[in-house]
């Protein structure tokens, strides 16, 4: 009788062990990646739909396909207000479970960008952070695909000068920009591509505190009389910009931007005013396509949404789902490569180093037509995959242009000497002295 009691014991053991043991297999399985998101502070009006956008993608991916290749993908966010020092804090916290981080600011980047080697955790820092990145052989574990603020600089020089570099000579070009790193990020470029073609650059910077009141800043551009005003503007700042111009009577036709100074948000605080205004951006909205119909039924329709409704068709709303995206494309390529379903940090910085998104593959997961397609690898962190000119009818941004590509013969000096001048500063730095290509 003790043999058997003893043994429906044991039996009764083995099968609670056995299910916790189930249990924690299946809690391992799943796919940890977190945002530093800002849904407050003076820049939450325009990073709060990117965040919804993000979050959307992987809830939808969840519900309709139950993760990526059967694996739960675990969405998480740790509120950084976009201060600089919060977002080290974040980086810190979300490091031990998150397979990647994206600090979501060039100021944030900046500061995790040492640690990202030592922890060896991939930053994925989609159409910003630091332009030098772009050099995978000294940036290992950096990404800012699928372009750089230099690509859209000379992007945008490329559009107002119809191709032709050498029509801008005698000009006068004005950056109204952020005192901040993202601000002054496409300086360097603008200030050689001045140099070689003759026309006149002057920055003019908005601090933090001028945001909401840049009566000063447009009273220079008034004066100065330039022939572009190109923005790199962030949150408040540029609501509080495009209000200006509209009350300066600056021409709209003559006022255009970095994708960051393109949410629909902005616009509709001059409505019809703002009719004209452009934005060089690398992503465009398109509410019909597969993928946004699949978000919409299993999301938005669904009641797991953060969305307000009317923000559906917004370009920073599509353009979170879009940057989600990147970062599943290279969970699948992990898990392809690696043979395993669950990849870690290092496994996706493999993937991330080997997007292949082709028309083809871009059609089949429902994107067409709202990134260009473009590849990374191990020497090439952006893939420089090129943009459009969205323009303000008063009411909505349209595609107003043919696919543009950056003049990379004249970036890659600067990637070259930002990326060594980096490693130097910052010595001793590994570099990937087995990269080729």
Known sequence: MKTKTRMMVLSAAFAVSSALAATAAMAQDKIHITNLSYRTGPFAATGTPVMNGQRDYMIMLNERDGGVNGVEIVYDECETGYNTEKGAECYEQTKGQSIVTQPWSTGITLQVLPRTNVDKIPILAPGYGFSPMQDGTVFQWAFNPPASYWDGASMLLQYVANGDFESLRGKKIVLLHLDAPYGKEPIPLFEAYAAKHGFTFLPIPVGVTEMQNQSAQWLQIRRENPDFVFMWGWGAMNAGALTEAVKTRFPMEKFLAIWWSSSDADLKTVGEA??????????????????????????VDA?????????????????????????????????????????????????????????????????????APFSTSCSNHTGNAGGWILEWDGAKFNRVSDLLKADQEAIAPLVESGAKAYAESNAPWPVNEDCKS
Do not use: C
């Open 274 to 299: 703002g009719k004209g205004y452009r934005a060089i951006n690398w992503n465009v909205p398109n509410s019909e396509s597969k993928v946004m119909q699949d978000v919409k039924k299993y999301v």
């Open 303 to 371: 009641g797991k949404s953060l969305l307000p409704p009317a923000e559906f068709d917004y370009v920073f709303y599509q353009r979170g789902i879009v940057i989600s995206m990147f970062a599943i494309e290279a969970v699948k390529a992990a898990q392809a490569h690696f043979d395993t379903k669950v990849v870690n940090a290092e496994q996706l910085r493999w993937g991330l180093e080997n997007l292949k998104l082709d028309e083809a593959a871009l059609e089949e997961l429902g994107f067409t037509g709202m990134v």
